[in-house]
């Protein structure tokens, strides 16, 4: 019965001359398995009469094969909208000066690069290539020739009452050689496509503007390599601690000095900037030549 009204249920309200007594029908069992056991009758009745209101299928982008009860879906919509945080209403950033800590002006940024879709099958996949390409495959043990041993046949072959061996470095016996090892020249790099990979810089930098987690710097420009100096400037602008620094075209030699021993702060120059990093780290933080390196190389140029 349960299972009757969970697949009729869209069907009964979208019918025109449906009866507003079948809410009143409803058992008691069936609004508790799709509704918060908690919620009083006459209110669960309310949410089914607005069950038109909301149309989850369309809401969440759910194939159309996928069969999935009114309390699943109110679930995940729920969820959805928690989770995903409000889009923002303008793409100008005030710019921050590195040595005052104040705002200098407002920056324009790119809607193509940072308004794009959020993506996360995407920014997974370059990750993944991204983890592949650094691995060193350099695993190796060692073969028959190189564990320790001689090639002498240890016993007689017949007569002892045991199994038959011919030297004492087989696979299956202690301190022996290693069965179908690693050679320590394994490439696990594959190819992945360049348009892929600079639509996951645009769906990282777009999630980092949507979490509010993007700061725009006019210049790191230093005179000084002094750590103490940097961390002072960078704990003014709350980017003292996991903040990734994108630069332009080179980045300044005293900014990279300074902040290499500063644990959890890491600066790139604007060819650098990847998608792990910009995801490892909590903060990002650009320069107005980082913005201008990355608009050129990121721009989508509309057809």
């Given at each position: 019965?349960?299972?009757?009204?969970?697949?009729?249920?869209?069907?009964?309200?979208?019918?025109?001359?449906?009866?507003?007594?079948?809410?009143?029908?409803?058992?008691?069992?069936?609004?508790?398995?799709?509704?918060?056991?908690?919620?009083?009758?006459s209110?669960?009745?309310?949410?089914?009469?607005?069950?038109?209101?909301?149309?989850?299928?369309?809401?969440?982008?759910?194939?159309?094969?996928?069969?999935?009860?009114?309390?699943?879906?109110?679930?995940?919509?729920?969820?959805?909208?928690?989770?995903?945080?409000p889009?923002?209403?303008?793409?100008?950033?005030?710019?921050?000066?590195?040595?005052?800590?104040?705002?200098?002006?407002?920056?324009?940024?790119?809607?193509s690069?940072?308004?794009?879709?959020?993506?996360?099958?995407?920014?997974?996949?370059?990750?993944?290539w991204?983890?592949?390409?650094?691995?060193?495959?350099?695993?190796?043990?060692?073969?028959?020739?190189?564990?320790?041993?001689?090639?002498?046949?240890?016993?007689?072959?017949?007569?002892?009452?045991?199994?038959?061996?011919?030297?004492?470095r087989?696979?299956?016996?202690?301190?022996?050689?290693k069965?179908?090892?690693?050679?320590?020249?394994?490439?696990?790099?594959?190819?992945?496509?360049?348009?892929?990979r600079?639509?996951?810089?645009?769906?990282?930098?777009?999630?980092?503007?949507k979490?509010?987690?993007?700061?725009?710097?006019?210049?790191?420009?230093?005179?000084?390599?002094?750590?103490?100096?940097?961390?002072?400037?960078?704990?003014?602008?709350?980017?003292?601690?996991?903040?990734?620094?994108?630069?332009?075209?080179?980045?300044?030699?005293?900014?990279?000095?300074?902040?290499?021993?500063?644990?959890?702060?890491?600066?790139?120059?604007?060819?650098?900037?990847?998608?792990?990093?910009?995801?490892?780290?909590?903060?990002?933080?650009?320069s107005?030549?980082?913005?201008?390196?990355?608009s050129?190389?990121?721009?989508?140029?509309?057809?």
């Open positions: 019965m349960l299972k009757l009204f969970s697949t009729r249920l869209p069907t009964l309200f979208n019918h025109p001359k449906h009866p507003t007594s079948i809410l009143k029908s409803l058992p008691d069992r069936f609004l508790n398995s799709c509704l918060p056991s908690g919620m009083p009758r209110q669960k009745m309310l949410s089914f009469s607005t069950y038109k209101e909301i149309n989850y299928g369309e809401a969440l982008d759910l194939p159309p094969n996928l069969k999935l009860s009114i309390k699943c879906k109110s679930m995940i919509y729920k969820a959805q909208q928690e989770s995903t945080p889009p923002p209403t303008t793409l100008d950033l005030p710019m921050h000066s590195m040595n005052t800590g104040k705002s200098n002006g407002e920056v324009s940024l790119e809607p690069i940072f308004n794009h879709e959020i993506r996360r099958d995407i920014a997974h996949t370059v990750i993944k991204q983890l592949a390409c650094r691995r060193q495959g350099s695993a190796k043990t060692k073969g028959i020739s190189e564990v320790r041993g001689s090639g002498r046949k240890v016993r007689k072959q017949k007569g002892g009452g045991v199994a038959r061996a011919g030297h004492g087989p696979a299956h016996w202690r301190g022996g050689v069965a179908h090892g690693p050679k320590g020249n394994r490439d696990w790099s594959y190819k992945l496509h360049k348009k892929v600079k639509m996951g810089l645009r769906v990282v930098l777009s999630a980092k503007l979490e509010n987690k993007l700061t725009v710097i006019d210049t790191f420009e230093t005179e000084s390599h002094r750590t103490a100096l940097i961390a002072e400037q960078l704990k003014n602008l709350n980017l003292d601690k996991s903040t990734l620094f994108v630069d332009g075209k080179e980045i300044n030699d005293n900014f990279a000095l300074a902040t290499r021993n500063i644990p959890g702060v890491k600066a790139v120059w604007g060819g650098g900037a990847n998608c792990y990093d910009i995801v490892k780290h909590e903060n990002l933080a650009i107005k030549s980082g913005l201008e390196f990355l050129a190389k990121l721009k989508i140029e509309q057809s």
